[in-house]
């Protein structure tokens, strides 16, 4: 029997961050349990790595406000690359709605403390961007501190950090039941490697979370659903220096990456469930969303082999779950974000490492996360979903 002071089980990107502010805390008695045979073969690898303060709602824009800047200093902070690019994210209004939305958003942000948002002219767009289609753009937002990171790499940074300070990774080892010492208070975790004994665990398994709460009794709302993402190969008929550019009118979204461009868009017509295979017909479907919004796509190379699926964990609200479970004391929910996992695990990290050592955070109001929000009927829906 192992024993460790706070159990993650989850070891991505979320996992890893709050490893690394448990242990940066003083909390070194810390073990993270991943089922891979390496980390980040869950949604972590898969992400498009987007970072934005661009939210609609005031907890995630703070969320990002934590983070965007841990990313930009992680190097200097942790010793290891993250690849922050602060190449900005710039949302296309085609209607007087998306601009109204967009400038609403924009006083919440300003008001927020967000300093590097602006709102935009259909003109100015156009003479940015002169190859996008801008006939019916009538404005939009930019930031230029939004931009994206490599998920990987973040997620490697955190772990190794927190691995030279003290804390335990353990690969190839699943989860096989949680039991709870009711009297004690503590937990033993059954793995397929050992058994460990704790009294904190964390859930922080993203799609799968609800599996992992099942084993405690408790039924979250979290469920797998599927995003596609679709690299070209390399193409230089549009500027590389590029910020993430979306289309509101269909949600079509594209970024540079490497000497291509990695091309997303949220097919309405998906289905939630543990979906990772890559559908080739949503190659056409991409394709011409993309061509219609920047013409010179229609010369652009894709190779289908490139191509993959991940998992968003939606929650019905699509904010995270994040803190102690009211049900069962020492048991903490870290999942849920819906898409936003990656550029929110700087201060996932943080706020989880906060609630757990001292009961409280400063960083949010840690009550809007909770698990009691659905049961209380108090969601907060975020509407600036990609």
Request: hydrophobic share 40%.
């Amino acid at each position: 029997m192992h024993t460790a002071d706070i159990v993650l089980i989850g070891g991505g990107i979320v996992g890893s961050s709050i490893a690394y502010h448990l242990v940066a805390a003083g909390c070194k008695n810390v073990l993270v349990i991943e089922r891979e045979t390496s980390q980040g073969k869950g949604s972590t690898g898969k992400s498009m790595g987007g970072v934005r303060a661009q939210f609609s709602t005031p907890v995630n824009i703070q969320m990002s406000l934590y983070s965007i800047p841990f990313y930009a200093s992680f190097e200097e902070w942790l010793g290891y690359p993250c690849d922050y690019r602060a190449q900005g994210y710039l949302f296309c209004a085609t209607s007087e709605k998306h601009l109204a939305y967009l400038r609403a958003n924009y006083e919440k942000q300003v008001a927020m403390g967000l300093k590097h948002v602006r709102l935009v002219t259909g003109d100015e767009i156009r003479g940015m961007f002169p190859l996008l289609r801008g006939d019916d753009i009538v404005g939009g937002s930019f930031c230029s501190t939004d931009g994206f990171v490599d998920p990987y790499s973040a997620m490697i940074g955190f772990m190794t950090w927190a691995g030279d300070h003290g804390a335990t990774l353990w690969k190839n080892a699943g989860v096989t039941g949680i039991k709870r010492n009711v009297e004690g208070g503590s937990f033993e975790v059954a793995t397929t490697r050992d058994t460990v004994s704790t009294r904190t665990v964390v859930d922080c398994a993203g799609p799968w979370a609800a599996q992992i709460a099942r084993m405690v009794g408790i039924d979250l709302p979290v469920e797998p659903l599927r995003r596609m993402l679709v690299p070209t190969e390399p193409f230089d008929q549009f500027p590389h220096t590029a910020p993430m550019i979306i289309d509101m009118s269909t949600g079509f979204h594209f970024r540079p990456e490497s000497r291509g461009f990695l091309l997303a868009w949220n097919d309405p017509k998906e289905t939630p469930g543990y979906k990772t295979d890559f559908d080739a017909g949503f190659i056409e479907k991409i394709l011409t969303r993309a061509a219609d919004r920047v013409p010179v796509f229609e010369n652009v190379e894709v190779n289908p082999k490139r191509a993959w699926a991940g998992l968003y964990e939606m929650t019905p609200d699509h904010h995270p779950i994040l803190g102690e479970s009211p049900e069962v004391p020492g048991f903490f929910f870290a999942n849920g974000f819906s898409g936003h996992g990656v550029m929110h695990s700087p201060a996932t990290g943080k706020i989880l490492s906060d609630l757990i050592l001292s009961g409280k955070t400063e960083l949010i109001d840690a009550t809007l996360l909770n698990f009691s929000r659905f049961a209380e009927g108090r969601m907060i829906h975020e509407t600036a979903v990609l």
